[in-house]
């Protein structure tokens, strides 16, 4: 998960920000891929999926902001003023036409060996 920001720093902490205010495992994917054949199970079939939205034609990722950027708040993890300058600033790209913002996506399928 990754958005735009004017300010580097700002944009790295708040990825990280939405990913341990949101996702209780978020590193499960790489987990699994690395464990399955020890649990008997094996991969068959992959799908990744990008899902970006850039310019100024946004609207999934520029409301997941509006909907987490308050559990970023209420978690502490940052400091509620960076917080509010990221959702101002993530507005001012939108209206500029310089939003950024993607997630990857994975699917796998697996059998269980015999």
Known sequence: LTY???????????????????????DIIRQLVAN???CGWQISRTKATCVAEIGS???YWVSFAECYAPRVKASGILDTDIVDQWLLDQAENLNQGKFFASCNYYTLVAEKLS
């Open 4 to 26: 735009g920001h004017s300010e580097q720093w700002i944009g790295r902490q708040m990825d990280q920000a939405l990913v341990d205010a949101t996702f209780k495992k978020p």
């Open 36 to 38: 399955m054949d020890q």
């Open 57 to 59: 034609s946004a609207s």
